[in-house]
């Protein structure tokens, strides 16, 4: 019998089930200063909650933009219908600008080549549609957002291929590693229709170096099937040097030197992904926008946006608060300042308690090495950690080899989702911690017990499906 | 060279250059009362316009609600940070009230069932997603919403199969065209995985029958891999009896009788938007409903891809959760849609046309014109079609958009514009028969009129123009409801 899709059955299976023990494990015990001090903190998360007084201050002192209203006047109805899938010009104005201002200036953007989107999740998955199919596959430098397994591959049939990236260079591609995994593709018959990259990286919180950027460029340039896509949703939390450089700067100085050879097609092969998620910390708003220079693409992602257009009480939000030049520019300032000191707080504390991290300029989390902590340099040892801190230290952070890390004893912790008193808690529980483990080995859980648990909680977990949540970026 | 996708490369075709041709003229010569009073009129979009004074009433006496706030307190970061897919709470409480209210409370919903999505556009995809694939398709009632060809299709590699329906009975869905479509689907090598109807009708504006229904029912009841999909988007605008009556309160009297098969209630599934109802296309707002677990997590997981901003979620779990609101919000409005309808069906009688004497909902009509066409084709369907919009400057949507079998009908708007336009409307619809029946006549008509010139310069390849300079510039083909 088959009642239902393949697609909707094979859903439940392939799901990293560390997720699913974290996310259940907070739910069932989140820390609460007040009334659950002892809770498990929530580092997985990586939402930036550190500038909200900026958006609430401007939304107070402009409540027309939420009231649907402008310069006095009811334009609800206006908006009740608006339902047009090229969107609102004022609103892709004031995007376009936002995300030139971003990139100091150094790149603009035609508003008409934006396509808005139910999020940067929605717009990934579009781009897929639009570019490649069954049988064919990109490559994705790892580590890599986990959501992209779902996100790039379950509707599209399209594969991901891994570029293997190591600590050996702080995970920057290389090319060979690019190289190998073209041929791992074609060894698994799978067309190669070009490269994404997350810039600044999620999980890595680093920018991309001219030279990778290049390196990139220089790599789909020869094949003229293929595309890069750069999603750049982290532009607005680059923190500290390098600056960022969006792949688009990098085509603009290409396209400078005039060499003909170079200026072929590629402006209408490299693509951007962006969204208000991170750096305005609005997930909920659902707002997402690919930008590309290739026609074609713009037409077919227009009319596949139908499928999650963003609300137009929403873009009309937004559409005054990012054109008030004012506000934006000093937003983006203070968000930065704050990101960036918060991060310090994490490196710091980790530090304190022996732990170091990549060291990162972006994004709203680190990405920390606690290789020395493990029992062995095996993926069972990083889970064998990873469940010690979320039990035992009460942390929920997520493990490397959920996002594909070649190398064990990578984790991702998230410094902009909690208060600073918080941020110092969780600090302080890993020190005594590491101090405990490294001075004690005594008191650890068998083996085989540990196996138990991991399967009994998977298979709970699969027939009940009740948090297998949504991968939080 | 392969740059792009099957997907994205086959979009340009397939489109029906009349919606092109018909938006493109509208937005070059729109009517406007005072700039523009020659300009067509546009009675091709299904919105809702009429309630939109108690919407903004109801809004102005709760403006915390817009403002992020509740019971005074900013609530803005709580819903700025919430994207769980699972839904806001108290907005699939609300919406479940609310549908269940729009039914007469004849059957309710359990919220945990609701998967919200960003309108019925995507909860339609997304259904196709989780039921079918390449190799199957649906059954659809023809006429039907033009929409359906992109969204039911295009990116899920799911076919449409049509069950012919006619005239000879009001259009209405039976056995033999059901058997008919489902032998077609066997033809071209097709699974069938179940049937979707739009209940009220689009185009057709009507309300199914019991017996439809329960034909319906029937017919998948015995093949254990068969869905029936509802969609119910229009469900409450229905102005005038008969009452609605939902697939799901069909599935309660079976269930009732004991004449079913267990497993039936997780073959059958809702779907709704507040588009219509509520006349807010622009907030995105959809829903699927089912019973089946399966199918409720799939699709949960799937509305990742288009989840309904909260912002909106917080606003319309207020509203609808005002229930003082809702009771008299469906009843007026649907008073005034009864009033609308009856306009534009008198004004039509005048003009010696009629429409479908079903109508008992929707936003539109469903227009006879047979006899004003040259012949029983398609072409000279499409001949008045332009005439309509040339001549009479007046934007219908041709029946062949929607898949009639039969030439000569046209969908046409009647809660879009103000009552004036309408007047005004019928009034150009009613000289035009006139004129057409004065001596000018079809068939020997030797002046040229602007739609004579135009039907001779918008031959098939003066389409195929069209059709490459609008898919490259992409103007405005979103289908309308």
Redesign the interface.
Known sequence: ?????????C??HGQDSSYFLGWEEYEKNPYDNVHNPKGIIQMGLA?N?LS?DL??SW?AKN?DA???KRDGK?I??E????????GMPAFKQALVDFMAEIRGNKVTFDPNHIVLT??S??AN?TLM?????KGEAFLLPTPYYPGFD??LKW?TGVEIVPIHCTSSNNFQVTEQALQQAYQEAQKRNLKVKGVMVTNPSNPLGTTMSRSELNLLVDFIKEN??M?LISDEIYSGTVFSSPNFISVMEILKDRNDFNNSKDADNIF??VHVVYSL?KDL??????VGAIYSEN??????????S?????????QY?LSAMLGDKKFTKNYLAENLKRLKKRQNKLVSGLQKAGISCLESNAGLFCWVDMRHLLHSNTFEAEMELWKKIVYQVGLNISPGSSCHCTEPGWFRVCFANMSEETLKLAMKRLKAFVVESTGNVNGVTTKSTKRNLLTKWVFRLSSR?QRD??EER
């Open positions: 019998m088959k009642l239902l899709s393949t697609k909707a059955t859903n439940s939402e909650q909200f958006l609430e939304l409540p939420s009231g649907f009811s609800f109805r908006l009740a219908l608006f339902q047009d899938y090229h139910a999020g999740t929605s998955e549609f639009c570019l490649a199919e779902r996100d509707r003229k099937d595309h209408e092969r998620s910390g609005l997930p909920g708003f659902r026609d074609t693409v713009v037409a077919a992602a227009t009319k596949m139908s499928f999650g257009l963003i609300s137009s009480q929403t939000l499906d949540q949504q």
